[in-house]
Nanobody
């Protein structure tokens, strides 16, 4: 279906910055929106940020003003620049893509394997 490869996670001190990267590829789907989920320890997965094909970005209230999502269409990449990291940002971060199947035109959404971000206070 869609191959997603995430990178950039790690252990950082609170107040520091980190950039996550995700490369997406598919021969059977058209990718319209890309974004990031995260799942903190013991909590459910939550949507962090999205960016449309046209470049319109949206953010969860908890990360507004600190995180920036960007996209490189030529490279099929999406990035999440995380500034002023807090302990509450500790989570497994998942790259997500939304689009439709090229043949059936049915919508889809999927996500990658995840990358761990740990913020020490």
């Amino acid at each position: 279906q869609v191959q997603l490869v995430e990178s950039g996670g790690g252990l950082v001190q609170a107040g520091k910055s980190l950039r996550l990267s995700c490369g997406a590829s598919s021969t059977v789907f058209s990718i319209d929106t890309m974004g990031w989920y995260r799942q903190p320890p013991g909590k459910e997965r939550q949507l962090v940020a999205t960016i449309t094909r046209g470049g319109s970005a949206g953010y969860a209230d908890s990360v507004k003003g600190r995180f920036t999502i960007s996209r490189d269409h030529a490279k099929n990449m999406v990035y999440l620049l995380m500034n002023s990291l807090k302990a509450e940002d500790t989570a497994v971060y998942y790259c997500t893509v939304r689009g439709y199947h090229l043949a059936s035109h049915l919508p889809f959404e999927t996500w990658g394997q995840g990358t761990q971000v740990t913020v020490s206070s």
